[in-house]
């Protein structure tokens, strides 16, 4: 027997163990969820080894079955789960168990401290490996044999606090243990009756750990189904073992929103079994680094999570993928520049979209839910050249016309509302509905009638300038309209014209546009006379030819830019408060009121359009004017 020698746990691990330890989580149970999951890891490698072996000798054709084992002592109070895996060397153990808390324990601890979420919520949702054993065990014992032909047999020993112990054995081992793991699990008092329990253990693996790719023996029979459900045919499924299934693949709680179940034989073979959730699966933000799909070649599992099979704007999907065609001992590397795996990809993909166009059709309502958690990623799709046109069929949008801003409208269905020569389809980026609403640069639409497409975040214009068209429409941003175009639709409500300017007043107009420009200098590139205002006294355009203001401010954050673009002012000749400044400016050219609206107009319209940076003046012209003008009140009604 070798020396016991005593080791240290690093400091995020002993952070875990103490987080673990103390959590009131009292769903304990999953701490065999995590030992058997590790057990299917270490036996996948093994049957992985053997099917990579050059020799071309097969998996599991040495006698040693591959399958995990769970027994347990009532009077000892032990629980033991063995493994016939890959194993572990001395130096595999201390790196595994004791050095590095795996990535999603690390992220679990850091929010954890964060405290956003219970702990309890979160060791649920995420799994949390082999240390979540300490949630029952007093003490545990990892007792370990690598495959590898000259390993010894370790023993590694600890009761979860601030070190552990290793030990070489000299047992026989290739009669005891001749490859694997076995973990020997110390019960807590309190515990212990629940989990040396075979009913109560047979119920945990069939609830946690049914669709487990290796037998799980419990007294003398298996206990879960090992079956790979994407491989049977799709009539003799039942939606429950679907749900099953899926609770199984992603640790969720809920039934998946959609299951969509794949046989492909030409031009590649493959199954697939793929899985919309009903939520968006990262609450915490935490990124799409858990997305991909599972990976089999002929019910091996060759990869977890490979990112290559879909692309990201389909992150949301979770599922398996087993094909017949790859070669069983491919690496990983290759598989990335893979052709077959292109074929698969794009079968997949299109069969994906497919199914997302017949949700859209067959139930519209059904098909809003799954856009309101799923469609801030899907978005991303517009990159996706090759399927741009079900894309496009795919988007949705907020819209002038939706009751609120839940709803949504597809291009189609815009076109279905278009006036009858309408070869456009309007588009408007805004903070906000209520934003939008009162936008002056929507004002000619809404005296038209014509709908606009409501678009509230950075990529929905990337959306529309990269689809640029639909079904012979051209998406058109709305400060970009032609309003010639505009102006021959008809007007729905007759609003009291303001009655048309003398050739006197024209030209006073001209004057005062042209002293407006005087006073506001280089900070506008024009001024003028505007076609589309009629509720506002002044909107901001931009000069022919250049990308929206939003585009705009998306470009400028990027290039650090922070000076104010400079625009056309545009004046609407028709409102009263124009017309009170053309009396006044007609009277006295030079009344410094006429400054002091020019500028106090201008700054509202930037403040609108979100570019004003400091509010001093403007606030001081408006507290100014107040003064003024309920000084004439006063003097009014008196
Ligand atoms: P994770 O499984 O997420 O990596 P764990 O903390 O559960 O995190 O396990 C850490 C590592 O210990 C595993 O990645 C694996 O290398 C090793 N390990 C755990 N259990 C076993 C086992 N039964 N057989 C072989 N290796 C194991």
Same mark, same amino acid.
Request: proline share 3%; charged share 30%; hydrophobic share 35%.
């Given at each position: 027997?070798?020396?016991?020698?005593?080791?240290?746990?690093?400091?995020?691990?002993?952070?875990?163990?103490?987080?673990?330890?103390?959590?009131?989580?009292?769903?304990?149970?999953?701490?065999?969820?995590?030992?058997?999951?590790?057990?299917?890891?270490?036996?996948?490698?093994?049957?992985?080894?053997?099917?990579?072996?050059?020799?071309?000798?097969?998996?599991?054709?040495?006698?040693?079955?591959?399958?995990?084992?769970?027994?347990?002592?009532?009077?000892?109070?032990?629980?033991?789960?063995?493994?016939?895996?890959?194993?572990?060397?001395?130096?595999?153990?201390?790196?595994?168990?004791?050095?590095?808390?795996?990535?999603?324990?690390?992220?679990?601890?850091?929010?954890?401290?964060?405290?956003?979420?219970?702990?309890?919520?979160?060791?649920?949702?995420?799994?949390?490996?082999?240390?979540?054993?300490?949630?029952?065990?007093?003490?545990?014992?990892?007792?370990?044999?690598?495959?590898?032909?000259?390993?010894?047999?370790?023993?590694?020993?600890?009761?979860?606090?601030?070190?552990?112990?290793?030990? %070489?054995?000299?047992? /026989?081992?290739?009669?005891?243990?001749?490859? !694997?793991?076995?973990?020997? =699990?110390?019960?807590? #008092? &309190? +515990?212990?009756?629940?989990?040396?329990?075979?009913?109560?253990?047979?119920?945990?693996?069939?609830?946690?750990?049914?669709?487990?790719?290796?037998?799980?023996?419990?007294?003398?029979?298996?206990?879960?189904?090992?079956?790979?459900?994407?491989?049977?045919?799709?009539?003799?499924?039942?939606?429950?073992?679907?749900?099953?299934?899926?609770?199984?693949?992603?640790?969720?709680?809920?039934?998946?929103?959609?299951?969509?179940?794949?046989?492909?034989?030409?031009?590649?073979?493959?199954?697939?079994?793929?899985?919309?959730?009903?939520?968006?699966?990262?609450?915490?933000?935490?990124?799409?680094?858990?997305?991909?799909?599972?990976?089999?070649?002929?019910?091996?599992?060759? %990869?977890?999570?490979? /990112?290559?099979?879909?692309?990201?704007?389909? !992150?949301?999907?979770?599922? =398996?993928?087993?094909? #017949? &065609? +790859?070669?069983?001992?491919?690496?990983?590397?290759?598989?990335?520049?893979?052709?077959?795996?292109?074929?698969?990809?794009?079968?997949?993909?299109?069969?994906?979209?497919?199914?997302?166009?017949?949700?859209?059709?067959?139930?519209?309502?059904?098909?809003?839910?799954?856009?309101?958690?799923?469609?801030?990623?899907?978005?991303?799709?517009?990159?996706?050249?090759?399927?741009?046109?079900?894309?496009?069929?795919?988007?949705?949008?907020?819209?002038?016309?939706?009751?609120?801003?839940?709803?949504?409208?597809?291009?189609?269905?815009?076109?279905?509302?278009?006036?009858?020569?309408?070869?456009?389809?309007?588009?408007?980026?805004?903070?906000?509905?209520?934003?939008?609403?009162?936008?002056?640069?929507?004002?000619?639409?809404?005296?038209?009638?014509?709908?606009?497409?409501?678009?509230?975040?950075?990529? &929905?214009?990337?959306?529309?300038?990269?689809?640029?068209?639909?079904?012979?429409?051209?998406?058109?941003?709305?400060?970009?309209?032609?309003?010639?175009?505009?102006?021959?639709?008809?007007?729905?409500?007759?609003?009291?014209?303001?009655?048309?300017?003398?050739?006197?007043?024209?030209?006073?107009?001209?004057?005062?546009?042209?002293?407006?420009?005087?006073?506001?200098?280089?900070?506008?590139?024009?001024?003028?006379?505007?076609?589309?205002?009629?509720?506002?006294?002044?909107?901001?355009?931009?000069?022919?030819?250049?990308?929206?203001?939003?585009?705009?401010?998306?470009?400028?954050?990027?290039?650090?830019?922070?000076?104010?673009?400079?625009?056309?002012?545009?004046?609407?000749?028709?409102?009263?408060?124009?017309?009170?400044?053309?009396?006044?400016?007609?009277?006295?050219?030079?009344?410094?009121?006429?400054?002091?609206?020019?500028?106090?107009?201008?700054?509202?319209?930037?403040?609108?359009?979100?570019?004003?940076?400091?509010?001093?003046?403007?606030?001081?012209?408006?507290?100014?004017?107040?003064?003024?003008?309920?000084?004439?009140?006063?003097?009014?009604?008196?």
């Amino acid at each position: 027997m070798g020396k016991k020698t005593t080791h240290k746990f690093k400091a995020e691990v002993s952070q875990m163990l103490d987080i673990l330890v103390h959590s009131l989580y009292t769903n304990k149970e999953i701490f065999l969820r995590e030992l058997i999951s590790n057990a299917s890891d270490a036996l996948e490698k093994v049957r992985f080894q053997a099917t990579t072996k050059k020799d071309g000798s097969e998996a599991g054709k040495d006698e040693i079955p591959l399958q995990i084992s769970i027994s347990s002592d009532k009077e000892a109070k032990t629980l033991t789960v063995t493994d016939t895996g890959i194993g572990m060397t001395r130096d595999e153990l201390m790196k595994n168990i004791g050095t590095i808390a795996h990535s999603g324990t690390a992220e679990l601890a850091r929010l954890a401290e964060e405290g956003k979420e219970s702990i309890d919520a979160l060791i649920g949702r995420f799994g949390v490996g082999f240390y979540s054993v300490y949630m029952v065990a007093d003490e545990v014992t990892v007792i370990t044999r690598s495959a590898d032909p000259d390993a010894k047999v370790i023993s590694w020993t600890s009761d979860g606090k601030t070190d552990y112990k290793l030990q %070489e054995l000299d047992s /026989k081992p290739d009669e005891d243990m001749p490859r !694997g793991t076995r973990i020997i =699990v110390k019960l807590k #008092e &309190d +515990l212990a009756d629940q989990f040396t329990n075979d009913a109560n253990l047979k119920m945990i693996v069939n609830k946690h750990s049914n669709f487990i790719n290796f037998p799980i023996i419990i007294g003398d029979g298996q206990v879960n189904t090992v079956s790979a459900l994407w491989r049977e045919p799709k009539f003799q499924i039942k939606s429950e073992q679907y749900a099953e299934f899926y609770k199984f693949l992603t640790y969720d709680s809920e039934d998946p929103f959609d299951t969509l179940h794949i046989s492909v034989d030409a031009p590649v073979q493959f199954n697939a079994l793929l899985f919309t959730p009903v939520g968006d699966g990262d609450p915490f933000g935490m990124g799409r680094e858990d997305r991909g799909l599972d990976l089999y070649v002929r019910r091996v599992l060759i %990869e977890k999570q490979n /990112k290559n099979l879909l692309p990201e704007y389909l !992150g949301f999907i979770k599922g =398996v993928v087993d094909t #017949e &065609d +790859l070669p069983l001992n491919i690496s990983r590397e290759t598989l990335q520049d893979n052709i077959l795996m292109r074929k698969i990809s794009s079968t997949l993909v299109k069969q994906v979209l497919g199914n997302l166009e017949k949700i859209a059709k067959d139930n519209a309502d059904r098909y809003a839910e799954f856009w309101h958690v799923h469609g801030s990623l899907f978005k991303a799709g517009y990159m996706d050249f090759l399927n741009k046109d079900k894309f496009g069929h795919l988007v949705r949008f907020n819209s002038s016309v939706s009751e609120d801003e839940k709803g949504l409208s597809s291009f189609a269905e815009y076109i279905t509302r278009a006036k009858d020569d309408q070869k456009e389809i309007y588009y408007a980026y805004g903070p906000s509905r209520e934003a939008l609403g009162l936008s002056p640069h929507l004002e000619l639409f809404r005296k038209k009638g014509i709908e606009v497409l409501y678009l509230y975040e950075p990529i &929905d214009e990337f959306v529309m300038e990269s689809l640029r068209d639909f079904d012979g429409y051209t998406l058109v941003s709305a400060e970009h309209a032609d309003v010639s175009k505009l102006d021959g639709f008809e007007t729905l409500e007759k609003e009291e014209k303001a009655e048309a300017l003398s050739d006197d007043q024209k030209t006073t107009l001209d004057a005062m546009l042209t002293r407006i420009k005087d006073v506001l200098g280089d900070s506008v590139s024009e001024v003028k006379p505007s076609q589309r205002l009629s509720d506002s006294p002044v909107c901001l355009a931009n000069p022919d030819g250049q990308v929206t203001s939003s585009m705009d401010k998306i470009m400028r954050v990027m290039s650090k830019d922070t000076s104010i673009p400079t625009k056309v002012l545009e004046v609407n000749p028709d409102h009263a408060l124009i017309r009170n400044m053309l009396t006044i400016y007609k009277k006295d050219e030079n009344d410094p009121f006429i400054e002091q609206a020019a500028r106090q107009l201008f700054e509202s319209a930037l403040l609108l359009e979100g570019y004003l940076t400091d509010p001093h003046s403007l606030v001081g012209r408006v507290q100014d004017l107040l003064t003024k003008s309920s000084g004439w009140y006063v003097k009014t009604t008196e």
